[in-house]
Structures are given as C-alpha cells and as structure tokens.
C-alpha cells in the first residue's frame, strides 16, 4: 500500500478510495499554487485588504478661484469623491490626481467597488484602475483628468482644464502632483 499526501489535508491517506476527493491531480494543485501566489502578490501590492489600502470619503472642495477647487492631499493612498463639482481626487503609489467624477462612455458617476479595489461604471462596467487607467469595458480611454497644481498640503483642481487620455496623452499624463 502506498502512502501519499492529499493536497486538502496534511493527514496522509492510505490509498485514493478511503479519501474520495482528497487526491488532486498535478495540474489542479499547481493551479492553487499559482492563485495562491497571484493573490500574494496583490496583498503585497495594496499593502493590506483592498478596502483598507484605499479609503474613500466624501467632501466638497474650497473655492479658490473661479473654477479651482483645493483639496487637502490624502494622508495615505485613497480618494476624496467631491459630488457638487463632480471630482475625484486620488493618491496612488505618492501620487496625486484630480478625475472627473463621470466615466468617460456615457459621463455615468463612477463608483468605488472596495473590493476589486477599482472605479466602476454602473450602467455598462467599465473599470479603471486608482489612477484611472483603462482596465476594460465600453469605454475607450482612461478616466479624464483635470490639470492640478500643489500649494502646501492642499491639491489646486482646475476645473476648466480637463484633459482626455486619447487627444491630449501628455497633458493627461503630466497632470499629476508627486508627493
């Protein structure tokens, strides 16, 4: 009688019939091994739970001129969802960025999905990383940006500068605040 071990248990079992399920085959056990390290490597990137890595919360920004909101720069990565001027201000990896708050198809509010740890449209799916890159989707372009600036430990929102990732690729991707 040979002895092996079952992959859904560390008691060894003395052959395939007195443990039905138990043995795994080859390829499904280094299918658990590489979901297994895929989800490491997603833990390890967020640094913790998706919905801990990337608070979200909700406040309007102070006029500072005539269409330019200033926001205060999140403490850590996260996103600040203004909905009267309809702006998303988010850090990712020490960067700061000032979207629109519409999806780019068909201008729907996007919405935070916590738990894939992504902006989503709500009428047709598309999604869109934290610093609003294309993920997939009916959208055909990235989340639109607006120009910002720096002062102090505020962010400036130019809301009459809106840049599309597909007409204008340098300034969308120049509009962003290293910090």
Same mark, same amino acid.
């Not at 390890?44 to 309007?60: H, M, Q, R, V, Y």
């Not at 996103?79 to 000032?98: G, L, N, S, Y």
């Not at 799916?125 to 997939?136: A, R, W």
């Not at 430990?153 to 840049?163: A, E, K, P, Q, S």
């Given at each position: ?33 590489? /979901? ?20 979200? $919360? ?21 996103? $600040? ?12 990896? !020490? ?12 201008? $729907?509010? /996007? ?8 902006? !989503? ?37 130019? /809301? ?10 340098? !300034? ?8």
């Amino acid at each position: 009688m040979s002895r092996f071990l079952s992959v859904r248990s560390s008691e060894p079992v003395s052959d395939a019939s007195s443990c039905e399920g138990c043995a795994t085959s080859r390829r499904e056990f280094l299918g658990r091994i590489s /979901l297994g390290a895929l989800a490491a490597a997603v833990s390890l990137e967020l640094g913790a739970s998706g919905a801990d890595a990337f608070p979200i $919360t909700f406040a309007e920004g102070t006029q500072v001129a005539a269409n330019q909101r200033s926001y205060p720069i999140p403490a850590t990565d996260g996103a $600040t969802i203004d909905k009267t001027d309809e702006v998303i201000v988010a850090r990712v990896h !020490q960067q700061v960025f000032a979207f629109n708050l519409a999806c780019p198809h068909e201008n $729907t509010a /996007l919405r935070w999905r916590a738990e894939d740890v992504r902006f !989503q449209c709500p009428r047709h799916g598309s999604k869109y990383q934290p610093d609003g890159t294309f993920i997939s989707g009916r959208a055909t372009r990235n989340m639109d940006r607006f120009a910002v600036q720096r002062s102090g430990d505020t962010i400036v929102v130019d /809301l009459n500068r809106l840049f599309r990732s597909d007409q204008q690729a340098a !300034q969308w991707a120049s509009a962003v605040v290293a910090v």
